[in-house]
């Protein structure tokens, strides 16, 4: 397994670990951190076994999915999480997505995750478009997407069946040729 770290300004990406169970659980089990994912908050338990699944997933020959803890790179604490996975029939495509604790929320660390995705999907995997799917209603996502330079492509109706009924999703994608010219 090819151990993954991604280091920004203010945010690094590493592998998720068993000790994270804890500081992602105050995402996932956060009802305003949840707000505009398709679940409701999740149990400790449910958490665990999303890590357990991401550190077989890390395993995977080819790796399709990469779950990573979100680092805030000034004190080390497990601030968000991060997920690319690349398509089994598109190879050269992932799909992302992301959350960060709401303490964080408006300091511009959506745009920094986002950038730092981009990064190591076009550098580090050599991947060809990454692109993301928000709730419409998630205007933060929206902007922060925009930021880090993804484009805005269409509304995919009914999307996604939440707790509250079927969602849409408004599209965003980056395409690597794109992304090097900014």
Known sequence: ????????????????????????????????????????????????????????????????????????????????????????????????GLGLRPDHWGRGMGTDLVRLLLSFGFKQLGLHRIWGARAPANLPAQLALL?????EEGRLRHHVATPDGWRDSVIHAAIVDEWRGR
Do not use: N
């Open 147 to 151: 930021t880090a330079g993804m484009v």
């Open 1 to 96: 397994m090819c151990e993954v770290v991604c280091k920004g300004e203010r945010l690094w990406l590493r592998e998720v670990a068993e000790s994270d169970v804890e500081p992602l659980h105050a995402i996932y089990g956060d009802p305003a951190a949840t707000e505009h994912l398709p679940f409701p908050p999740r149990t400790v338990e449910q958490v665990a076994e999303v890590v357990r699944r991401a550190l077989r997933a890390a395993a995977e020959q080819p790796r399709r999915l990469y779950a990573l803890a979100v680092v805030d790179a000034a004190d080390q604490d497990v601030i968000g999480v991060a997920r690319l996975h690349i398509e089994a029939d598109r190879p050269h495509s992932a799909e992302i």
